[in-house]
Structure formats: structure tokens, C-alpha cells
């Protein structure tokens, strides 16, 4: 029997041959000077590529203000249009599909990243526990953020804009909105970094309204069909959380169901990855399940999957499609071995951010 997960889906604009989805991960492997997206950039991606399948190109800064780590690719410059016009020329000749997400790291970038050095940006002055990352790769503590200017909001969404602009001509199919882990959307959404008693903070409908804002522009630009979203309801990354999240999520989910985007990308929160350690945890309810019945399209599904299971989460409707992160990492042919039940190579945690080729583009096919 062909598992509903090896059966083609209606993506907003796009048709996929199967669900398998590569989510996005930041590697820092761009070119250091500029940002831009490199042959060996192109090479992993195209490794990764299968006929019909979908990957999620990286996280991506939308401007130097938004840039909070070394070497990540971005697309606000025409190096960074042209860098990933060879990626997405790559991925289009094994047949397959790419959006690109677009990122703002706000409060969590450095000052290193920054024009002339300055504080990196947030809705409100509350300084984030951990740490960061500078422009040469060093680790050191979140420094204190400045609050984004109520006149500096509007300049905020235009990037977004203009950033789906030059995904769509550096050859995407779509863009993809992070509203996830910890990050400038997010930051807004959740009470305990947004302050603020203008319009954009206080009530749940202001602190949603940044999220929205740059929904409806993004969409405006590229089409709410090439328009996907990504959400990480009870997420702790980056030091984010929401006490009480569902209430927030709620309605921001409901506002963007009518937007009708392409999709909404939820990452469970049993499963939280992307630092130093494995983190699990069982004891949380599954996101895609509480908002499959109130999301009109298409619903991906991202954290902790496993073959077995991602068969079972689209067997069962809780998600349309799966995106596997750190598996896709160390298989490059990871849609043939889940198709063919084979087992998957471990990854190797010390090698995802930065460096070349190993650990890269090693990995074995089957
Ligand atoms: C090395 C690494 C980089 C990541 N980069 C991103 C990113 O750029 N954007 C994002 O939304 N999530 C990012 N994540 C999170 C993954 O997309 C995914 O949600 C997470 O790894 C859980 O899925 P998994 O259990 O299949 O790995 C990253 C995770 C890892 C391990």
C-alpha cells in the first residue's frame, strides 16, 4: 500500500509529488563577505532535491538589521538574488520545488551584525538570556536590545515585502514567513518581550498585529498562494514562551486563516532541537491537532519525526505534509529512504553551523 505520505498535495500555487519536506536550516555555510548563497550552497540543496518534493531554503535576513549570525545566507542584496538564483537553478533541474524563509532575528542578533555597531532591535528593551553569536563566530551574551521606534514598524514590514520580492526573482516558488522560535515575530506576539502600549503591544490583537501586517504584504506582493507561515506555539527557543499561548494563537491563526496563505508550518513542541543539545519533551499537546480544524489549506507539520510517525500524522489528517530538519541533514536521499523503509544516518550535531563541506555535503546516499 503507498502511504498518504508518498501521495502528491496542492501546495497553493505548487503540486508536490510527495509530503517529505526538507524544514529550514541554518547552516552559515553563505559566502562570509556578502551573504551570498554559494556552488556548495547550490550543491546541498540540489543533493537534497527529488521531483516534485518541497525544501525550505534557510532561514534568511530580510535586512542588515534583521542579520543575527555569521555566514547566513541573506536576500536583501543583488549578490544574495544572484547567490540563490544558482540554488534555485539547481533544485529546478532535479525537478523539485523551494521556498525561502524570511527571517528577522531582532533582540537575539549582535551588535557585530549591525551597521556601525549599533544594538540590535526589538519591540521593547527586555534583553534575552543566553547566548549569542558574533560576526567571527564567538559565543557571548544577548546584549541589551533597543525598542523598534513606532515610525521604524512600517520600514519593518517593507523589508519583508521587498525581501519576498527578490525571493520570487532569485527563482522561489514561495516565501515563508518565520513567526517562529524566538525571533523579531515572535518577540512581538509573546507578552514577556513586547511591552509596548502603542498599537503594536497590549492586548493579543496588537502584539498580532506586526504578524499580520507582514502577511498581508508579503501576500500582496507574491500572492497569498506562494505565502507560507511558520509557528511554534508553546516553543521555548530563544528564550521565547507564552504562559498562556493559546489564546494568542488562536486568534492569530484564525486571522490568518482567512488570509488563505498557501500554508501554515507548525513545529510541534515536543521537539526543540536546533542548540547545542537534544531537547524532548512528551508531555505537550500537538499543535497541528488543535488547529487542523479551524486552517483552510494546507498544514506542515515540522519536530521530532520519525519515519513511523510522519506516516502516521498524514494517515491520520493531523498534517498534510511532514518537514524533517536534522534527519534531512545527515540524508541527503532521506525521501528515498523513507520511501523504501531504509535506515536513516545519524547526525552529527558539532558540524551544523558553519564550515564547508563536511558535514555538509558528505553525508552518503544509500
Ligand atoms: C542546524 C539547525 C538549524 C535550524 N535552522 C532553522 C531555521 O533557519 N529556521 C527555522 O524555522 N527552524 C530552524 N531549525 C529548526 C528545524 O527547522 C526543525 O523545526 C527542528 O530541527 C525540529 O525538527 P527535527 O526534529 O526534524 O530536526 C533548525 C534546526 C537545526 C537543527
Redesign the pocket.
Known amino acids: 500500500m503507498t502511504e498518504k505520505l508518498l501521495t502528491p498535495l496542492k501546495l497553493g500555487a505548487i503540486e508536490l509529488a510527495h509530503r517529505v519536506v526538507m524544514?529550514?536550516?541554518?547552516?552559515m555555510r553563505a559566502h562570509w563577505r556578502d551573504g551570498a548563497p554559494t556552488e556548495l550552497n547550490a550543491e546541498y540543496y540540489a543533493q537534497r532535491a527529488t521531483p516534485g518534493g518541497l525544501l525550505i531554503g534557510?532561514?534568511s535576513p530580510v535586512s542588515q538589521q534583521a542579520t543575527g549570525h555569521p555566514n547566513v545566507p541573506g536576500i536583501h542584496s543583488a549578490a544574495q538574488v544572484a547567490g540563490w538564483k544558482r540554488v534555485t537553478d539547481a533544485v529546478r533541474a532535479k525537478g523539485g520545488h523551494m521556498y525561502l524563509?524570511l527571517?528577522h532575528t531582532g533582540r537575539v542578533a549582535h551588535s557585530s551584525h549591525q551597521w556601525l555597531g549599533k544594538p540590535p532591535v526589538a519591540p521593547s528593551v527586555v534583553q534575552a538570556q543566553g547566548m549569542a553569536m558574533t560576526a567571527f563566530f564567538k559565543r557571548v551574551p544577548y546584549e541589551v536590545p533597543r525598542a523598534l521606534r513606532i515610525d521604524e514598524i512600517a520600514g519593518v514590514v517593507a523589508d519583508f515585502r521587498q525581501a519576498a520580492v527578490n525571493a520570487m526573482e532569485a527563482g522561489f516558488d514561495g516565501v515563508e514567513i518565520?513567526g517562529?522560535?524566538g525571533y523579531l515575530l515572535e518577540q512581538f506576539l509573546y507578552s514577556k518581550t513586547n511591552l509596548r502600549s502603542d498599537a503594536y503591544g497590549g492586548s493579543i490583537a496588537n502584539r498580532s498585529r506586526l504578524v499580520l501586517e507582514i502577511a498581508d504584504a508579503v501576500a500582496g506582493a507574491v500572492g497569498a498562494e506562494r505565502t507560507g507561515i511558520?509557528l511554534s506555539p508553546y516553543g521555548i527557543a530563544n528564550d521565547s514562551a507564552e504562559a498562556e499561548p493559546m489564546p494568542l494563537f488562536t486568534h492569530l491563526v484564525g486571522e490568518l486563516a482567512r488570509r488563505r496563505l498557501a500554508y501554515l508550518h507548525l513545529?510541534e513542541p515536543r521537539?526543540?532541537?536546533?542548540g547545542q543539545a537534544e531537547v524532548f519533551r512528551d508531555d505537550q499537546p500537538s499543535t497541528a491537532a488543535i488547529f487542523r480544524p479551524v486552517w483552510p489549506t494546507a498544514i506542515i507539520d515540522?519536530?521530532?519525526?520519525t519515519r513511523a510517525n510522519a506516516i502516521e500524522a498524514v494517515a491520520d489528517g493531523r498534517a498534510d505534509a511532514v518537514?524533517?530538519?536534522?534527519?534531512f541533514?545527515s540524508n541527503p536521499d532521506l525521501v528515498r529512504r523513507v520511501a523504501e523503509d531504509l535506515p536513516f544516518t545519524p547526525y552529527q550535531r558539532p558540524t551544523?553551523?558553519g564550515g564547508g563541506a563536511k558535514g555538509y555535503t558528505d553525508y552518503p546516499f544509500v
Open positions: 524544514a529550514p536550516l541554518t547552516r534557510e532561514a524563509q527571517w518565520h517562529a522560535n511558520r513545529i521537539a526543540s532541537g536546533t515540522a519536530g521530532g519525526f518537514a524533517f530538519g536534522r534527519f541533514i551544523f553551523y
